[in-house]
């Protein structure tokens, strides 16, 4: 089973640039389907973006509306980590960022089967 360490998260005003990334350990990254979602306070947790395993060209890849057009996942299986590149922040995307493994891509939490300890993401306006 795999692990996962999310980095990358900071604070940044309002019209910036993040990328999160989150590194896997395991043989078996590559089998798995990555999401990201998001956490702020009193909320539950959100789908933020996800990708399914192949992470090339045919690869299946979702967003919640919010973030269309301002983020981006992506993934490098040859480095076992997935990427969420994020422009255009806005304060309302200021949450605690988590990655997560599935054996099947979806945006519900209840797919993924294993999850990083979160990084904060804070956006100031």
């Known amino acids: 089973q795999v692990q996962l360490v999310e980095s990358g998260g900071g604070l940044v005003q309002a019209g910036g640039s993040l990328r999160l990334s989150c590194a896997a350990s395991g043989r078996t990254f590559s089998t798995y389907a990555m999401g990201w979602f998001r956490q702020a306070p009193g909320k539950e947790r959100e789908f933020v973006a996800a990708?399914?395993?192949?992470?090339?060209?045919?690869?299946?890849?979702s967003y919640t509306d919010s973030v269309k057009g301002r983020f981006t996942i992506s993934r490098d299986n040859a480095k076992n980590t997935v990427y969420l590149q994020m422009n255009s922040l806005k304060p309302e995307d200021t949450a605690v960022y988590y990655c997560a493994a599935s054996p099947l891509v979806g945006a519900r939490p209840s797919v993924y089967n294993v999850w990083g300890q979160g990084t904060q993401v804070t956006v100031s306006s």
């Open positions: 990708i399914s395993w192949s992470g090339g060209s045919t690869s299946y890849i």
